[in-house]
């Protein structure tokens, strides 16, 4: 399932974490890459300095996990602390699909959705569509800032290259409850119709029926 989900972070908190990035020093994208993913990635991450990497983590990951949409869609069991990417002109991301199992030791996790925060205007650069390859064909990406698109880990995605200006990203990934992407997106949609009918007709029977088959559902998919 590929989810835009618009309104992640607030233009305050958002402007605050632009003024946080701008404070911050940047290394080589390759530095943090798999082996494969090396031979593609040209790109900047930020440096995690403790306290300006904790702040900026406060409000760009505070808003998303407590986003009712990104918790319906990703079902998520653990999150990973988000990388800070800069692309400048001439900077892009090639063809690659994101490692299944991230982390060290005992803080390994499978990565089963990957998560993409916008944290510039578009208007602000030129090119770098974050490029998505479905069964529907290519999905090009090039949402608002503060925005967020959430997509299987799995798939094989690319940025464009930035041919002006500077694009500003924050991306993480989950391990879901729910590992099978199939059954995760009909579970979202399921828990669409649920909260639909809840607000909508709390005491009518099929409200219970959905109420009940989607927890049921999750007992029976759920991966803990």
């Not at 974490?17 to 790109?43: C, I, M, P, T, Y």
């Not at 407590?66 to 869609?73: C, G, I």
């Not at 828990?191 to 639909?196: D, G, L, P, T, V």
Request: include cysteine; charged fraction near 20%.
């Amino acid at each position: 399932m590929l989810l835009t989900i618009s309104g992640v972070i607030p233009p305050p908190q958002l402007e605050r974490a632009r003024q946080l990035l701008q404070r911050g020093q940047f290394k080589d994208g390759k530095l943090s890459a798999g082996l494969e993913a090396q031979r593609v990635k040209h790109n900047q991450e930020l440096i995690q300095e403790a306290d300006l990497y904790a702040a900026l983590n406060n409000i760009v990951m505070g808003c998303l996990v407590q986003h009712p949409l990104y918790q319906r869609a990703v079902l998520p069991r653990r999150i990973a602390a988000p990388y800070y990417a800069r692309y400048s002109a001439g900077m892009q991301y090639g063809n690659h699909i994101d490692d299944p199992i991230m982390g060290t030791g005992v803080d390994q996790y499978r990565s089963d959705v990957s998560t993409t925060v916008f944290l510039c205007d578009p208007a602000d650069y030129a090119g770098g569509e974050l490029v998505i390859c479905s069964t529907f064909g290519e999905q090009q990406i090039k949402l608002a800032a503060g925005d967020a698109v959430v997509y299987p880990s799995s798939s094989l995605h690319h940025i464009n290259t930035v041919t002006r200006g500077e694009r500003l990203v924050a991306v993480t990934w989950a391990q879901s409850l729910i590992r099978d992407p199939g059954q995760r997106e009909l579970l979202y949609q399921l828990s669409q119709a649920r909260e639909k009918l809840l607000q909508e007709r709390p005491d009518a029977e099929e409200t219970g029926w959905v109420s009940n088959s989607y927890a049921n559902l999750v007992r029976m998919w759920s991966d803990v």
